[in-house]
């Protein structure tokens, strides 16, 4: 009997923040748990699902094209759908989806356990059945934390080939991650939205307080000229590495840069969040009200506006 995590939304630093709470579970209960693959996390060997252990890094981070990507993600609803479905009539199983309709597919089957269900009440049945399981909110961050040490050595193999290459030759700075897109587009994520002004003071309090001379930036709108002269005239040196369309490359240069920094600072992006979850222990974050907010990455599920879309 089994506990199957089918699908809880997001790209891919929230399909690695689902695989660390499935992994404490994992751990703390010793029980079989799998993970559908998705269109960023998938199985080496080719099946529709990867089981969660410990001891056999059986998934990877998919490269494949974006149009190979796309068709996957529809191959995946389908999927998904079915095995709800199987499970939903059948007498050896059972099918939920948690918390609200935006954070599961549409049209699936299941008992909906919004908020308020018992994970230890899921880890219980499913020692004697089946359970699969599609929604955002299987959480258990104090599992997470007591056994933080064995999912970092888990995660960080799993996600070598993408560190493995140390193609970034700086040595001694500051990884700045601008996130706008979709958080300009959501109400909800007005506070991990800031204009140029304040994301210039952090930066540069952070660089003089840590002593910091070199900054990479990553960024998915352009950054103006304006930004990078107001870095340049304090004696900063900004980096801003080529990245390409090709999914391997940029996972490649992007993990590396986030992983090997001397410090990060974000506006609470999930991946570079959880490329942090490997290597560091806290992150910065800009502020309007100070120079910086510096968030543990211990207790980012708990401080505002982490809050937000680590928990």
Known sequence: MALIFSSGGGRLGNQILNLIHLIALSIEYNIDIFKLNDPFLTSKNKSFLF?????????HINNNSRAKVFLYLILQKIII????????????????????????????????????????NLIKESRFSNVVISGWGLRDWDLVIKHKKKIVGYVTEGIKNCIKNKSCKINDY??????????????EYKALNFNDKIWIKSILNLCEQKSIKNVVIFSDSNINKGFISSLKDKEINVF????????????????????NASLVICNSSSLVLSISFLSHD??????TEKYYQKVSLNNAHMSFPTILNWN
């Open 174 to 187: 500051l990884l700045v991650h601008i996130r706008r897109s979709d958080f300009l587009e959501v109400s």
């Open 282 to 287: 806290n992150v910065y974050l800009p502020s």
């Open 240 to 259: 801003i590495p080529e990245t390409s369309n090709n999914n391997s490359e940029f996972f490649e240069i992007f993990f590396n840069y986030v992983f």
């Open 81 to 120: 759908r079915c095995l709800h479905l199987y499970f939903y009539i059948s007498p050896f199983g059972n099918s939920y989806k948690i918390g609200s309709k935006k954070n599961y597919p549409k049209l699936i089957f299941g008992r909906n356990l919004r908020c308020g269900f018992s994970i230890n």
């Open 51 to 59: 089981k969660v252990e410990r001891n056999n890094i059986n998934w």
